[in-house]
């Protein structure tokens, strides 16, 4: 009654349910009756301790893709925002990153869990649904107050909701030329310049994050890394170029070696050590060395292009 009552003096404008059924092809009457389901389980995180994830159930997966590639894929998000983006990688995060002279990682408490759905209903509502429509695309993505880690929408809104934060952080570290990326709940920012004093800019980080629903670790995952540490972003090893670290390019070598012996012995019965990787697993690693080896080869021919352009400005 009161959604009717608004609607006829103007205040809940915006497209209706019966427009968010049509463009996922579903009946208004079948979109009402989707009783949001999810299983709950955790698995182990790399860094210690355990990640909740909540699986939604099939009936709501199939849902949340439909929403996922019909309402939110073109929708806009931050440039800085490269996690879960169309030709984005943690690769290509981290090579925003080479060769600077500070590298600052921040990483956040519970991503997922920390943007809630009060944030994701006024975003729909702020990019056109009406309230109706708005509550029910909030009630079919979210869980329990939150976006949940498991659902396919989530990692696409987590993006989307938090561009206000990006322009935030951009616009700070632009002040400060300083490079800004977030992957998920992973923040990078890196200087050329390692003369600045970086405690405003860590202060000014923080409020920020607080004042968008999100703390911090700043104790474990928080660091300032300079061009004399081993500068990582993502994973990778940024300090000249995007790489594996040595200790990974080192196990690797080695495993490929016992990989080698063990495919040999098969034929002389010799007895090598195993190899500690399933050659699925294997076959994954190595994927990861050519992602990272086209992403150097992409920065060289672009390094060697932007030299070509000089050279043959200083000719003119």
Excluded at 40 to 53: E, L, V
Aim: include cysteine; proline fraction near 4%.
């Amino acid at each position: 009654m009161l959604d009717w009552l608004l609607s006829i003096v103007g205040l809940n404008r915006g497209f209706g349910v019966a427009e968010v059924a049509r463009r996922l092809d579903i009946s208004p009457e079948e979109l009402h009756s989707v009783e949001p389901s999810y299983h709950q389980f955790s698995i182990p995180k790399r860094s210690g301790g355990r990640r909740t994830i909540n699986a939604p159930s099939d009936e709501l997966k199939k849902l949340q893709r439909a929403i996922l590639h019909l309402l939110l894929a073109r929708l806009k998000t931050h440039h800085a925002a490269v996690g879960f983006e169309p030709g984005e990688s943690f690769v290509t995060n981290a090579a925003r990153h080479c060769g600077k002279a500070i590298v600052v990682h921040f990483d956040l408490w519970n991503f997922f869990p920390s943007t809630s759905a009060e944030r994701v209903h006024r975003y729909f509502r702020r990019i056109g649904w009406n309230r109706q429509a708005a509550r029910l695309l909030t009630k079919l993505v979210t869980w329990n107050g939150q976006l949940p880690q498991g659902a396919p929408t989530s990692p696409r809104l987590s993006n989307l909701v938090n561009y206000r934060l990006d322009v935030r952080l951009s616009q700070l570290c632009d002040g400060y030329h300083a490079t800004y990326t977030r992957y998920a709940d992973d923040i990078t920012i890196s200087l050329d310049n390692e003369h600045y004093d970086l405690h405003p800019l860590i202060a000014a980080v923080i409020a920020i994050l607080r004042s968008e629903g999100y703390e911090p670790h700043l104790r474990k995952k928080f660091s300032v890394r300079r061009q004399h540490h081993q500068q990582r972003v993502t994973g990778l090893v940024v300090n000249d170029r995007v790489n594996l670290s040595r200790e990974t390019r080192r196990w690797l070598r080695a495993v490929e070696h016992r990989v080698k012996l063990q495919q040999s012995s098969e034929s002389s019965d010799e007895q090598h050590k195993k190899p500690t990787l399933s050659l699925a697993q294997l076959d994954g690693w190595r994927g990861l060395v050519k992602i990272v080896e086209d992403q150097r080869d992409s920065e060289r021919v672009v390094g060697r292009e932007g030299a070509q352009r000089s050279a043959r400005h200083r000719g003119h």
